[in-house]
């Protein structure tokens, strides 16, 4: 997950504050000296780390105690307002054009992820307003980019408009146009050409493009693992393009986020969505707010919620609670289960969504190990579908016949029907709320 570390540091140096009754401007310049060093080193660019660290500072010299919060709570308030300044204030979305099309060309990098991305938009777009996207393929210089937006379209029922790869990404745009005005498609997004690096051709004919399709948004794909280069290629293809705003990819990976705080700060353009996944639904609103909340592991409960929503299907959550209260919960919908905590990404990046859950001892080892969920997986898979409604029927030799069938011993079994029959039991007591029955818990 990204900005681990930085999370980490960040907390640190703010947590050292905890036990003061004032806080004294020796303090604050310590603090901000480790500050300034977690932001440096997660590859914030310098100007932003400094405009940031002086906004900081001047806040938070002499803080005291105040109202119900103690200095470290005030300090942390401060640097949480303030990195949401960093990363743009406000929530800001599409901009949308008064009459249909509206007009969205995405730039930036090979690799970047602007193919991916507008397959993501493009899925969105669908779900929440029924709206009837036509995708343009002008990424002439790579036949592959053709089939994977080709790709993309075929999965979302979505037309993809393309001309090969002989005639020019300006002409291939205008025709593209044309089709989309005369099919009334509500959205046209246009998948333009990248390159390893920045170059005069690129731009040049980025520039044509944007001269002949006068977009309502000019997105500006970056991948968060580029680190400082990032800031770089986004100044570049902004004094080009004139950017309307900022997608940051791959903030799944283990990157150390730099990019996502300087950004904002050296474009000026907002940060609209990022992506946080391979999926189509990997996509998340970009929110300045939640996105500091999260960076000083402060978790980002409106998110969970949200992903969560998301997710999971409303009419099947019911059923499954019904289930637990009735105790019928079965092997079916474990595996159910399994599947729905599959699609919401890793354990791990969720329960630090969690207020209070990053700063937790022990937490960097909670890790749900993807291959101990298939093993559980193939478990399941090789049950009858008699065994799978009614666990009770798993005597020592259907046991030994699991096990042999899904490759596992048959203490791993064992152990997989064990906690299988403890979690039904403590769903069964939880969903009658007798929460002081499950052991411990009278302990908390
Ligand atoms: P393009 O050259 O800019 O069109 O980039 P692509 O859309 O082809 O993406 C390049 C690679 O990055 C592909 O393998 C994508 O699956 C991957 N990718 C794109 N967005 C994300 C993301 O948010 N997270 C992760 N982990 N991978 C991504």
Redesign the pocket.
């Known amino acids: 997950m990204a900005f681990e570390n930085l999370t980490k540091r960040l907390q640190d140096a703010m947590g050292k504050l905890r036990r003061k009754g004032k806080v004294s401007e020796n303090d604050v310049k310590e603090m901000m000296r480790e500050i300034r060093l977690a932001l440096l080193e997660a590859d914030v660019a310098l100007p932003v780390v400094k405009e940031f660290t002086k906004a900081v500072r001047e806040r938070a010299v002499g803080v005291e105690v105040l109202e119900n919060l103690n200095p470290a709570q005030q300090i942390v308030k401060i640097v949480d307002e303030e990195l949401t300044k960093t990363l743009g204030g406000e929530t800001v979305g599409l901009n949308k054009s008064e009459k249909i099309p509206t007009i969205i060309m995405?730039s930036?990098?090979?690799?970047?992820?602007?193919?991916?991305?507008?397959?993501?938009l493009a899925n969105k777009l669908i779900k929440e307003e029924n709206a009837r996207p036509l995708l343009i393929a002008a990424?002439v210089y790579?036949p592959a980019?053709i089939d994977?937006l080709k790709t993309l379209g075929k999965q979302l029922d979505v037309p993809v408009f393309d001309m090969g790869t002989d005639t020019s990404p300006v002409e291939i745009v205008r025709n593209g146009l044309l089709l989309a005005r005369e099919k009334k498609n509500d959205y046209v997004l246009i998948?333009t050409a990248?390159r390893l690096h920045i170059d005069e051709t690129l731009m040049n004919e980025l520039k044509d493009i944007k001269a002949l399709a006068n977009p309502d948004e000019i997105l500006l794909?970056v991948?968060?693992m580029t680190g400082q280069d990032a800031v770089n290629v986004a100044a570049s293809f902004n004094e080009a393009l004139g950017i309307t705003g900022v997608i940051i990819?791959?903030?799944?990976?283990d990157t150390r986020g730099g990019a996502a705080l300087s950004i904002r700060q050296v474009t000026g353009a907002p940060i609209k969505f990022?992506?946080?996944?391979?999926k189509l639904t990997?996509?998340e609103v970009f929110h300045p707010d939640r996105m500091s909340g999260r960076i000083l592991g402060m978790g980002d409960m409106l998110t969970l919620i949200e992903k969560a929503q998301q997710d999971f299907d409303e009419k099947k959550a019911e059923e499954m609670a019904q289930k637990m209260r009735e105790n019928t919960f079965d092997f079916n919908d474990f595996m159910e289960q399994l599947d729905q905590m599959n699609n919401m990404g890793p354990i791990e990046d969720l329960l630090k969504m969690i207020p209070g859950m990053s700063s937790m001892p022990g937490i960097d080892q909670v890790k749900v190990d993807p291959k101990d969920m298939a093993r559980k997986r193939a478990m399941v898979l090789s049950m009858t579908p008699e065994e799978r409604e009614n666990p009770e029927l798993l005597n020592p030799s259907r046991r030994r016949r699991i096990a042999a069938g899904s490759g596992n011993s048959v203490v791993e079994v064992n152990k997989m029907i064990k906690n299988f029959n403890e979690a039904k039991k403590m769903m069964s007591l939880m969903s009658k709320g007798e929460m002081n029955k499950i052991p411990g818990m009278d302990q908390l």
Request: hydrophobic fraction near 30%.
């Open positions: 995405m930036g990098l090979q690799g970047a992820g602007k193919t991916t991305f507008a397959g993501k990424d790579r980019a994977q998948d990248g794909v991948d968060a990819t791959k903030l799944d990976g990022t992506g946080t996944g391979e990997d996509l």
